[in-house]
């Protein structure tokens, strides 16, 4: 391990400003940093609406007050637990076992979100003499311990951080096509199965969304 002048020398909080910000590989790091957050941020948006969705079915517009309760629990984990719970309060087993799968991937990615959350700066520095730029963990980690070295090992490029956005896109995804779901009371439909069938498309969640079909009078009816 180098010693502290030279990791000094080249790690960086978010707010230094100086000319090594202006190197593209530093660039490309805070705009990949910047897209994985804000996905992550509308994936609990998208969960927002599920958990109003369930909760007051008969409108779409959702009080103040549900908002304020549902974001008054600060843990991320708190808030897809609530949701389970009020899921799981609501419907049959049939149904619920497309929510699990969402529910077992976002609480799988609650971790990686808590670390990422609690990054402090970046580190620009050759290796393979390529310049490199990596976000940072705090040097002495509250919990875990981490040095300098260990969090360097964590590997947070700009590689590594649009590949968390692709992930989380692709999980907000499934949780608004659950909430067609949700909307769709009748789980025989043939409407509920096409949407049914999308929450378990791993590659491309973006697929389109079948229409909603709407009911077509029959002669005798015209």
Known sequence: ????????DRTFTFA???LRDTHPEVIE???AFAE????????????????????EPKTNLHTKALRAA???????????????AVIAANFDKEFIKHWNKIYLEYRAQIATRGRLAHLCGFSYSPKNGKPRAILMEPRVHPRAKHTHG???A?????SYLN???????????????????????DMLSEYAQQVASLLVMEDDPSSPIPPKPTHQPTASQA
């Open 1 to 8: 391990m180098k010693n502290k002048k030279d990791i000094n």
């Open 16 to 18: 230094h400003s100086g």
């Open 29 to 31: 790091l805070m705009i």
């Open 36 to 55: 994985a957050s804000w996905t992550w941020t509308h994936t609990e948006s998208c969960l927002f609406r599920l958990f109003a969705h369930v909760v």
């Open 70 to 84: 549902f974001f008054s629990v600060i843990s991320p984990l708190g808030r897809l637990d609530m949701i389970n």
């Open 150 to 152: 260990e969090a360097n």
């Open 154 to 158: 964590v590997e947070y490029t700009a």
């Open 163 to 185: 590949r968390l956005t692709h992930k989380w896109g692709k999980l907000a995804a499934k949780v608004s096509i659950f909430i067609l779901l949700v909307d769709e009371t």
